[in-house]
Structure formats: structure tokens, C-alpha cells
């Protein structure tokens, strides 16, 4: 079955630096990849997924890019803002019931 | 819409007992599932539904049961309760044929 593996674990930046997170997948089948944000005691939020036909991804200050030959994809986040802290999952999947998710890493934007 | 919901918030078990989650949505997801979240172990799949009367396994199901009698509900069991389940679950539902899952609040379970 599909690993999916998350760095770094936690990410602290200054407020308007940018935050970079990693994942790597091992099944070359997997071909939807979703982050999600989840926010103290609340439930995950979907915040942006890219498809293996795509590349690049982005909406607003997020971003997400896939390297399918390297399998690895990573988000980007610009300009942190103290409201973009939380734990951020990154996920694998080639259809709704296989998704894998990496372990998580919380950021923290300091002020 | 309310979405996702999910009964109760917290629960709290002793060794051996049964419970029932709630999970019920309103957007007339076909798919539904079950995660159960540990720390630094993200989030894995317990069971799911693809349609009333269709459920399967996830990556870890032992001592869970679920069924689907309608679209809107996926109730998840604790047939005996283990301190091993102590988790925060996740019910999520699914637009058929897509991916991008839909989470409920989340249930907080302790078991002692």
C-alpha cells in the first residue's frame, strides 16, 4: 500500500517569511495529493489538491508542486501570516478509500 | 446545510464497553468513512461506504463494526472497548467518484 512521509515535523518562521512543507509517496499509482489544515481541536480542512497531470498549483498565497518521477510534492506558503498556524497534513491517494495521510506538521508564524 | 455532524464530542469508556459514533451529513454524499487520528501518526482509515448497504475495511478495522441504512448516516461501533482506541475519529463524506473528503468535528474517545 501507499507511505506517505511528511517533513519536517514542526516549522517555526517569522511573520511574512515563507514556509515550505515536504512529502514523499511510494506508489506510483497514487495520483490526487491534498493538503489539509487543521486548526486546534478542529476538524481537517482541505486548503488545496493538485492531480498528476498537473505540475503546479496555486491560490492565492498557497501553492503546491509535484514531481511525479521523484514522487515527492511539497506546499508552499507565502508571506505567513500568525493565522496560518497549525498542523498541515499532506495526503496520497489514487482513489477516495486508499488515501493515505503523511504525520503532520505544525507550524507555527511568529509575530 | 450542517454539513457533517458528529455525536458525541467526548465520550468516556471503561475496558469492555460498547459504544456507538454518530456521523450524519446532509449533502447527499454517496461515500462515507471513518479515520481514526493518533498523535504523529496523522490520520487512518477505519471502514467506508460507497452507498446505503455497502461498507468495507480501511487500513485499520479490527474491533470496529459499521453499517449504511440510509445515505445519511454512518454510525461506527465499539463492539469492546481497549485503551488502544483512545483517539479523536473522523467521519468524512465524499462526492461519488472524487476524492476530496469532508470532515465532521471529530469525536474525542478515551478509553480507561
Known amino acids: 500500500g501507499e507511505n506517505v512521509e511528511q517533513h519536517p515535523s514542526t516549522l517555526s518562521v517569522q511573520e511574512g517569511d515563507s514556509a515550505v512543507i515536504k512529502c514523499t509517496y511510494s506508489d506510483s499509482a497514487s495520483n490526487y495529493f491534498p493538503w489539509y489544515k487543521q486548526e486546534l481541536g478542529k476538524r481537517p480542512q482541505l486548503i488545496i489538491d493538485?492531480?498528476?497531470?498537473?505540475g503546479e498549483k496555486k491560490d492565492q498565497r498557497i501553492a503546491v508542486t509535484l514531481n511525479k518521477t521523484a514522487k515527492h510534492f511539497s506546499l508552499h506558503i507565502t508571506e505567513t501570516q500568525p493565522e496560518d498556524s497549525a498542523v498541515y497534513f499532506c495526503?496520497?491517494?489514487?482513489?477516495?478509500?486508499?488515501?493515505?495521510f503523511g504525520a503532520g506538521t505544525r507550524l507555527t508564524v511568529k509575530p | 446545510n450542517a454539513g457533517v455532524t458528529q455525536t458525541p464530542k467526548f465520550q468516556v469508556l471503561k475496558t469492555g464497553q460498547s459504544m456507538t459514533l454518530q456521523c450524519a451529513q446532509d449533502?447527499?454524499?454517496?461515500?462515507m468513512s471513518w479515520y481514526r487520528q493518533d498523535p504523529g501518526m496523522g490520520l487512518r482509515l477505519i471502514h467506508y461506504s460507497v452507498g446505503a448497504g455497502i461498507t468495507d475495511q480501511g487500513e485499520v478495522p479490527n474491533g470496529y463494526n459499521v453499517s449504511r441504512s440510509t445515505t445519511e448516516d454512518f454510525p461506527l461501533r465499539l463492539l469492546s472497548a481497549a485503551p488502544s482506541q483512545t483517539s479523536v475519529y473522523f467521519c468524512?463524506?465524499?462526492?461519488?467518484?472524487?476524492?476530496?473528503?469532508?470532515f465532521g468535528p471529530g469525536t474525542r474517545l478515551l478509553v480507561l
Open positions: 468524512a463524506s465524499t462526492v461519488r467518484g472524487t476524492e476530496t473528503q469532508y
Open positions: 495526503a496520497a491517494s489514487d482513489s477516495f478509500n486508499d488515501m493515505r
Open positions: 449533502m447527499n454524499h454517496e461515500y
Open positions: 493538485i492531480r498528476s497531470n498537473v
